[in-house]
Nanobody, 125 residues
């Protein structure tokens, strides 16, 4: 059974950092891309960042460039999203999702086959 489980969310002050993890089970991560998406209150889900099976990274939001980094550990079947210099507008539920091989140009939700349940990130003073 394919499963993705996010962890690491929480409440952080503006300027702080959080590290989110996406743990995969039921399949091997080394032939799959993992994307991170987020959904702010009252807004639609948006793609944030993705890492392909050969570690090619795709950024979908200019606002996170230089602040968010994504990495993968195939041995642990885990992808990590390091978020620094967090801003209130980064608040939302963060989801990881998987698809075969590479990330896509637009990271439309239907292009990803399996999703985690999400983890809440709240940036507030």
């Amino acid at each position: 059974q394919v499963q993705l489980v996010e962890s690491g969310g929480g409440l952080v002050q503006p300027g702080g950092s959080l590290r989110l993890s996406c743990a995969a089970s039921g399949f091997t991560l080394d032939s799959h891309a993992i994307g991170w998406f987020r959904q702010a209150p009252g807004k639609g889900r948006e793609a944030v960042i993705c890492i392909g099976y050969k570690e090619l990274r795709s950024y979908y939001l200019n606002s996170v460039k230089g602040r968010f980094t994504i990495s993968r550990d195939n041995a642990k079947n885990t992808v990590t999203l390091q978020m620094n210099s967090l801003k209130p507008e980064d608040t939302g539920v963060y989801y990881c999702a998987t698809r075969p091989r590479e990330c896509t140009v637009a990271a439309v939700a239907y292009e990803f086959d399996y999703w985690g349940q999400g983890t809440q990130v709240t940036v507030s003073s």
